[in-house]
């Protein structure tokens, strides 16, 4: 007689610290071992990364949670819990930082909608701990928290929320080098730059983010000394591994594995209001222009939002290295504009919204200035409200004329504007995959994890390359 399998999800958070460690990587090395001493567990799908709220001022260095499924007989579920604990509390004695609250949740069944509606909070908005102790007691006979209740259990289970409720998605081929994850890894990874530029340009129409040419610099290896190799993003698991093939790495590496993630499909993005826009929230908002843009001292711009229905404002700063600034500072009163980023707070502004994302409605096509001075031709002045003008020339008064109606010849486009390839963050939607389909429900492909036995890989020179310096 069959036994049957039993459905257990696995959630991971805050593993890593500032410059070491990784919950990829531990996820890796978890995913590894069960593979290896459960060989009838089986995976039905990808792995999920997901990347939480960026503005959160307590977040791990790159935001991210995993959660994995595996299907395997109820005999068995006490070895997968021994064997996920183990690979935590080794990966964390090994790492041994301060600021991590490591967060790991097993539950037992299917995923119930709470999750995906923490999933979406923590995402968007900020969690507050009542509310996840309350999503945490529905759910009770169901779900196990072995490490207790810290900050790190909020993306555990947000990123099982997730493993059900992802509309759209991407997928990342991540890699990972030899040796301890708290060791000291170098800042340079070992990839050659033109194997990139050539992999780029056969696979571009299944990839993103490989190389910037603007700038010269690789995409896809990531800064600090953290046991991440690279980062392959794109929208077919299959095309992901052609591309690492013909790249040439001249380091050791573990191993890697493709995740499912919710990259670079503005996920963050939900619609908000401009009075409803608070800290620590992401979202979009449509407003006009109020005033002329601010240049910040090195280039950033800011720019003040109204609404002509009500009193509400709201600012908005559109930062150098995104190349928004740009566009942003060509704006005017009365233009049209959706605005989309996080929300942070001011000391002497309230909330201003890191815009990550600009589109421009409508541009003003007129505006209003002083009416010249019938004498001498000179702009005239205000003498008050209600009082009329004067002219700062030649004296000359008057209570009779108006403002005169101007038309403006506009040097901008009516269109959406995204970041610079470089500066785009990993949740928000680059250039070169507008107009895209993201499916979420591509099948397992056999290959989606790989475990490296060789010191070096097969398509590696034996000679060391000039290593590449990482991107930031």
């Not at 999503?135 to 289970?157: D, M």
């Not at 996080?342 to 541009?363: A, P, T």
């Amino acid at each position: 007689m069959c036994e049957d399998l039993e459905n257990v999800h696995i959630g991971l958070d805050d593993i890593d610290t500032g410059s070491q460690g990784c919950t990829t990587h531990l996820t890796f090395r978890v995913l590894r071992s069960i593979i290896n001493q459960i060989p009838q567990a089986v995976f039905s799908d990808y792995p999920v990364l997901i990347r939480l709220n960026p503005t959160i001022p307590f977040k791990t260095r790159g935001n991210a949670a995993l959660s994995f499924a595996v299907k395997l007989r109820e005999r068995e579920a006490q070895s997968l819990r021994e064997i996920v604990l183990k690979e935590v509390t080794s990966y964390i004695a090994d790492v041994r930082g301060a600021g991590a609250e490591p967060g790991v949740a097993l539950l037992y069944g299917e995923v119930p909608e709470a999750l995906g509606r923490l999933y979406v909070k923590a995402l968007s908005d900020y969690v507050h701990r009542d509310y996840v102790l309350g999503v945490i007691k529905t759910l009770e006979g169901s779900l196990e928290v072995p490490l207790g209740y810290s900050r790190g259990l909020i993306g555990a289970l947000a990123a099982m929320g997730a493993s059900k409720h992802l509309r759209e998605c991407t997928y990342e081929l991540l890699s990972y080098r030899a040796g301890r994850a708290g060791g000291e890894h170098s800042v340079e990874r070992c990839v050659d730059g033109e194997s990139v530029k050539v992999m780029d340009e056969s696979l571009r129409s299944y990839t993103f983010l490989n190389y910037d040419y603007e700038s010269g610099e690789l995409l896809i290896t990531p800064s600090g000394p953290n046991p991440v190799l690279l980062g392959l993003r794109g929208e077919d698991p299959e095309a992901l591994v052609r591309a690492f093939n013909m790249l040439r790495v001249c380091e050791s590496y573990e191993g890697w594995v493709i995740y499912k993630t919710n990259q670079a499909v503005n996920a963050h993005h939900v619609e908000r209001c401009l009075e409803c826009f608070k800290p620590y929230q992401t979202g979009c908002v449509r407003a006009r222009v109020v005033g002329k843009p601010l240049v910040l001292p090195g280039g950033d711009v800011l720019v003040k939002l109204g609404d002509r229905d009500s009193e509400a404002r709201l600012w908005a700063v559109f930062f150098k290295e995104t190349g928004l600034n740009k566009v942003a500072g060509r704006l005017m009163t009365g233009d049209l504009i959706t605005v989309c980023g996080g929300g942070k707070y001011w000391e002497g502004r309230g909330v201003v919204v890191h815009s990550d994302f600009l589109e421009v409605l409508e541009l003003a096509s007129e505006t209003y200035v002083n009416p010249k001075c019938p004498v001498c031709g000179h702009r005239m002045k205000s003498s008050g409200r209600s009082k009329g003008w004067k002219c700062p020339k030649c004296g000359f008064k008057s209570t009779s004329l108006s403002k005169e109606v101007v038309k403006l010849a506009r040097d901008l486009e009516r269109r959406a504007y995204r970041p610079r390839d470089i500066a785009v963050k990993h949740l928000v939607m680059p250039e070169s995959r507008v107009g895209r389909v993201s499916d979420c429900s591509k099948p397992l492909i056999s290959k989606w994890i790989y475990f490296n036995s060789s010191p070096l890989p097969s398509q590696a020179p034996r000679e060391r390359l000039p290593p590449t310096q990482a991107s930031p």
